[in-house]
Nanobody, 118 residues
Framework: QVQVQESGGGLVQAGGSLRLSCAAS????????MGWYRQAPGKQRELVAI???????NYGDSVKGRFTMSRDNAKNTVYLQMNSLKPEDTAVYYC????????????WGQGTQVTVSS
């Protein structure tokens, strides 16, 4: 089954930048989409960005214009470049891989903490 692993979280001051990476392995050719989600304490998990086959990308409203998702197919990796970070971006960021065959199966990574100090 597909495995995904995030990296690149950390502590940054407001206005700063971070880049997250998510590497996929095992059965990667079956992946139809990969996404970034985040969950802050006491809040529901929310969409940050998702990339589909054909490189169409959707962003959550709160990150549009500040975050950019990209991928390197040769490395089986997707990235999330986060600029102009705000304290409200503080959350655990999760990567997932979605497979749409015989229904939808989603594989989640363990998450990486991003903390933005004011």
């Amino acid at each position: 089954q597909v495995q995904v692993q995030e990296s690149g979280g950390g502590l940054v001051q407001a206005g700063g930048s971070l880049r997250l990476s998510c590497a996929a392995s095992n059965n990667i050719f079956s992946i139809d989409a990969m996404g970034w989600y985040r969950q802050a304490p006491g809040k529901q998990r929310e969409l940050v960005a998702i990339i589909f086959d054909g490189d169409r990308i959707n962003y959550g409203d709160s990150v549009k214009g500040r975050f950019t998702m990209s991928r390197d197919n040769a490395k089986n990796t997707v990235y999330l470049q986060m600029n102009s970070l705000k304290p409200e971006d503080t959350a655990v960021y999760y990567c997932n891989a979605e497979i749409n065959a015989f229904g939808t199966t989603i594989y989640w990574g363990q998450g990486t903490q991003v903390t933005v100090s004011s």
